[in-house]
């Protein structure tokens, strides 16, 4: 595609439930960020990944969160056991580099947890 | 950590007037200073970034400043418009192995008055 795609655009939880969000990055780019925005913060680092590996985790706040790139394109961010403190827009990025690359943008997935 | 501060949280000039944001940061290994334009419910986009070897770059109405020294840099936008109203959030990335992601600050709501 065009652009960096998420899905879903919206999603609305329990807490306690499992959800999956995801990232389809711009083709050829091997740089994918997630990033984390609450409302009228900037956004926050969460995990980085250069191919298929994990670079950086050290923005994931807890072992409820989790992300995978099994094949280097596609990632999906994981929370399970949602807490009211996870709502918040994740934010998905691609460079076609690395973190001095510009840092493509998707529209993010708000996540709402009741 | 890096540590990113950034003020004003709100700015309001006139329309045609210039506007000046400043960012702070605390890691001197610090090496890219991006700025990005996030206008509300839409994805942050790149209007400008620097590099810590520049003292200033320009783009058209767009000029960033930075000052190793100080540890501080600022964006510059002349002759604003009213497309220019968003939120402007600078960032800044370590050095350090490439891996970390960048760290941004919390944003200034920029507001042209007509």
């Known amino acids: 595609g065009a652009g960096v795609s998420q899905t879903p655009s919206n999603k609305v939880t329990e807490k306690g439930k499992y959800v999956e969000l995801r990232c389809d990055p711009i083709s050829g780019h091997t740089a994918l960020y997630w990033y984390r925005q609450s409302l009228g913060q900037g956004p926050e680092f969460l995990i980085y990944?250069?191919?298929?590996?994990?670079?950086?985790d050290s923005g994931l706040p807890n072992d409820r969160f989790f992300a995978v790139r099994p094949e280097g394109s596609v990632s999906t961010l994981k929370i399970q056991r949602t807490e009211r403190g996870d709502s918040a827009v994740y934010l998905c990025?691609?460079?076609?580099?690395?973190?001095?690359?510009?840092?493509?943008f998707g529209e993010g997935s708000r996540l709402t947890v009741l | 950590g890096e540590n990113v501060e950034q003020h004003p949280s709100t700015l309001s000039v006139q329309e045609g007037d210039s506007a000046v944001i400043k960012c702070t940061y605390s890691d001197s290994a610090s090496n890219y200073f991006p700025w990005y334009k996030q206008e509300l419910g839409k994805r942050p986009q790149l209007i400008i970034d620097?590099?810590?070897?520049?003292g200033e770059k320009k783009d058209q109405r767009i000029a960033v400043t930075l000052n190793k020294t100080a540890k501080h840099f600022s964006l510059h936008i002349t002759e604003t418009q009213p497309e220019d109203s968003a939120v402007y959030f600078c960032a800044a990335r370590g050095s350090g192995g490439g891996a970390d992601g960048l760290t941004f600050g919390k944003g200034t709501h920029l507001i042209i008055q007509p």
């Open positions: 990025a691609s460079s076609r580099t690395g973190p001095t690359g510009e840092l493509f």
């Open positions: 990944f250069q191919g298929t590996g994990a670079a950086d």
């Open positions: 620097i590099r810590s070897n520049v």
